[in-house]
């Protein structure tokens, strides 16, 4: 219980930052927009990354049944 509690206050936290930094980056306008971009970027790489590895089940196979 009290490590859920631990991941919720730091995606609280890494939500707040995220948003502060995005309006950060609009407040720099035009100069902001690299970074708009960037993180964009990043973002999208990111969730690429995860959903290739919820769909992979060789990966799910070797976890679960390889031993270490």
Do not use: C
């Amino acid at each position: 219980m009290m490590e859920y509690i631990g991941y919720f206050l730091l995606a609280i936290v890494v939500i707040i930052w995220i948003i502060a930094m995005i309006v950060g980056l609009i407040i720099a306008f035009p100069f902001g927009l690299i970074g708009l971009v960037a993180i964009l970027g990043l973002g999208l790489l990111l969730i690429k990354v995860i959903t290739d590895r919820l769909q992979n089940k060789e990966d799910d196979h070797y976890s679960k049944n390889v031993d270490k």
